[in-house]
């Protein structure tokens, strides 16, 4: 993709969305995962003290481009500084960064998100409740990617100018419903609204999720206040409710609009000034938390998982695997180190271990579930 250039701040002026000041301050650091160290940028604003949980926003980057562009390019930081919360930009794998959803084998970015909140938790007081993942084009793919392996760990995800490949759609089946939001252009040249031999069309993904989510089928639709004839385009909300545990599906239909962030400082043309994609994301994603969904018992994961417990911990020389004995058992270091493997086990020997924290990951029936354990 090419690389959106910024342009000056006289777009204030026209549509009030652009401004980068910012109170807060990023930190920029990485961990490993899956033996490779992977980056991030994590935005937090001047009100965090640490005195009480936080939500956490996700915003992915587009392929072939960086946190950092992310971070500009989606402009979460104003929001962040009223609302609170904390900003979270991963950066893909590889030189030509990119989101490994479900593309191959190489590198597991589903692990590395999962990682990445449980890594961010430990050194923040973020609320688990309200993890949110957001993103763009392939990142924007990434985040329903998350959405159909990650559910245990993200509340709800938004995608601008991305879709689901087509040859996973149909195997895209959390155990919970999940609120998902679609902003995307009719002429966008990169990810087709009508869909294309890789992507399913922004009609089939809203599909999609409504089935999952056991939405209503009408929706109920607007259209936005054309705010400036400059952007050459308008957009259309429509809102699918009624799904399981409150659950929504939400997509702006950008008439005309192009492969970008509506509301973003950029000089890409058809971008759409009518409305701030990150302002409607973060008033979609602060509806809803994790607790209203998974704390009904009963699809699949809740099935496999609910009984698991770990003991004891810390641990010294084996720990325990209560409620489930056949999977893939992996431990991992807190730097995402491959450390043990098994593929059966009640008892997991850990004394070669140093001591540290830990994390199992334990995955069967195409589920992942997650516990932390401390190595004594």
């Known amino acids: 993709m090419r690389l959106r250039k910024i342009i000056t701040i006289s777009l204030f002026v026209l549509t009030g969305f652009f401004c980068f000041a910012q109170s807060g301050t990023t930190i920029v650091d990485s961990i490993f995962s899956g033996g490779i160290s992977r980056k991030f940028r994590l935005y937090i604003p001047l009100s965090y003290d640490g005195s009480k949980p936080v939500p956490l926003v996700m915003s992915l980057h587009e392929i072939n481009e960086t946190a950092a562009i992310q971070q500009t390019y989606s402009n979460y930081m104003l929001i962040a500084d009223t609302a609170g919360f904390l900003v979270l930009h991963p950066q893909g794998s590889t030189s030509n960064p990119y989101w490994n959803a479900g593309l191959n ?136 409710s009624g799904g399981t545990d409150g659950s929504t599906v939400e997509v702006y239909k950008v008439i005309d609009g192009s492969h970008s962030w509506p509301g973003a400082a950029t000089s890409m043309t058809n971008t759409n000034y009518d409305f701030s994609a990150s302002q409607e994301i973060w008033r979609f994603f602060r509806k809803f938390k994790l607790s209203q969904f998974v704390t ?73 579930h997650m516990i932390k354990f401390v190595k004594d």
């Open 105 to 240: 084998t190489l590198v597991d970015d589903v692990m590395f998100i999962s990682q990445l909140i449980d890594s961010i938790k430990l050194s923040y007081n973020i609320d688990l409740n309200k993890v949110y993942c957001s993103g763009y084009g392939n990142g924007g793919v990434m985040s329903y990617y998350l959405a159909c392996h990650l559910p245990n760990k993200i509340a709800a995800v938004a995608s601008v100018a991305g879709s689901m490949y087509n040859f996973w759609i149909l195997n895209c089946k959390p155990y919970r419903a999940v609120p998902v939001m679609e902003i995307h252009g009719t002429l966008d040249g990169t990810v087709n609204y009508a869909g294309s031999a890789a992507f399913a069309s922004v009609d089939s993904v809203a599909r999609r999720w409504l089935s999952l989510n056991k939405c209503a089928s009408a929706a109920t639709s607007y259209s936005l206040p054309d705010a400036t004839n400059l952007d050459n385009s308008h957009a259309v909300n429509y809102l699918y």
């Open 296 to 368: 009904t018992v009963g699809l699949q994961e809740n099935q496999v998982f609910n009984e698991l417990s770990l003991y004891p911990s810390p641990a010294n020389d084996f720990i325990t695997i209560a409620g489930l004995s056949e999977g893939v058992f992996t431990i991992y270091s807190i730097e995402g180190r491959k450390v043990i493997s098994e593929t059966s086990a009640t008892k997991i020997a850990v004394s070669s271990l140093a001591k540290g924290i830990y994390f199992l990951k334990i995955k069967k029936y195409d589920q992942e």
